[in-house]
């Protein structure tokens, strides 16, 4: 690399550094991305194109994932939602509404309550791997366990699947509906249903450790594998390999959310809380639709 690309280069970093103190240190409400890209001489679209080149995302979408932090940080020291709205600078509570939806599938006070009285329907239903449990609420798929049984209504297994996934999120309130639970069970488990028209919508309910863990996982390819300290680099916790491996340990929505894709460092595959047999059955499967 010549020595003017290193300057051009040294600029840029610059410039990226002066945006994130920027956006890091403004209320929603203050941020003003035209006269900001002005004083770094560029226009609004260069300074996306460098942000997101060095960053990985948009200057805006920064900018909500400060304000989304400060926020859940409000709501954990007991602030209500009209404070937090006001403090993190937006102009109403139906944005901080807008904000949780967006990137947790669910309000901001479901969410500082941890799902206290979230109302949740649960249900079984055949699967490739075994019989499924899922856990559905408004916002979306909660939850999918597997357990054996011979057939529906083993009410021995069927229960201690219940009792796992239940202790999960011991304030919300749970509702039997086997149809509904079928129904999305048909679209999970059919490739051919499998489409980007098509999402099966998921929220998940978690430390925010935990969700970060979580949401790199719907990252894994069908078919690709990853390692504990590959998803601990990504999250920006290269020294956090076994705290990665128990957060995906507690990973609620199986093979959705698919912690099966994850291998030890040297490729073995390691445990599983449905069962090593389930997982090697799972990557099986799906090196056939893929």
């Known amino acids: 690399m010549d020595k003017e690309s290193n300057q051009n280069q040294l600029e840029d970093y610059k410039k990226v550094q002066q945006a994130i103190a920027y956006l890091s240190n403004k209320r929603s409400d203050e941020i003003d991305f035209y006269n900001f890209a002005c004083s770094l001489a560029l226009n609004e679209r260069q300074l996306t194109d460098l942000f997101k080149r060095w960053c990985g995302l948009s200057p805006k979408s920064f900018a909500q994932a400060v304000a989304l932090d400060h926020a859940k940080r409000l709501l954990s020291e007991k602030a209500n939602i009209l404070e937090t709205s006001n403090e993190i600078g937006l102009s109403s509570t139906s944005r901080l509404y807008d904000l949780f939806i967006t ?38 798929l909660a939850g999918l366990a597997f357990f054996d049984a011979n057939k529906l209504g083993d009410t021995k297994e069927e ?20 149809e509904k639970a079928q129904s999305l069970g048909r679209q999970i488990f059919s490739p051919d249903l499998w489409g980007k028209n098509n999402p099966i919508r998921i929220v998940l309910i978690g430390t925010d450790f935990e969700v970060r863990v979580w949401e790199s996982l719907t990252d894994i390819p069908l078919g690709k594998l990853n390692t504990y300290g590959a998803i601990a680099k990504k999250i920006d916790k290269p020294k956090a390999a076994r705290a990665v491996g128990a957060a995906i ?42």
């Open 249 to 290: 340990g507690r990973n609620p929505i199986s093979f959705v959310v698919p912690c099966h894709r994850v291998v030890g460092g040297s490729g073995k595959l390691t445990g599983y809380h449905w069962g090593i047999k389930r997982k090697q059955a799972m990557l099986g499967w799906e090196v056939g639709v893929s």
């Open 103 to 140: 990137h947790h599938a669910m309000p901001p006070k479901t969410w500082a309550k941890k799902a206290s009285g979230l109302e949740m329907t649960w249900g079984v239903t055949a699967s490739p791997f075994g019989m499924a449990m899922l856990f559905i609420t408004k916002y979306g």
């Open 159 to 178: 229960n201690l699947a219940f009792e796992d996934m239940a202790n999960r999120w011991p304030n919300a309130i749970f509702f039997r509906n086997d």
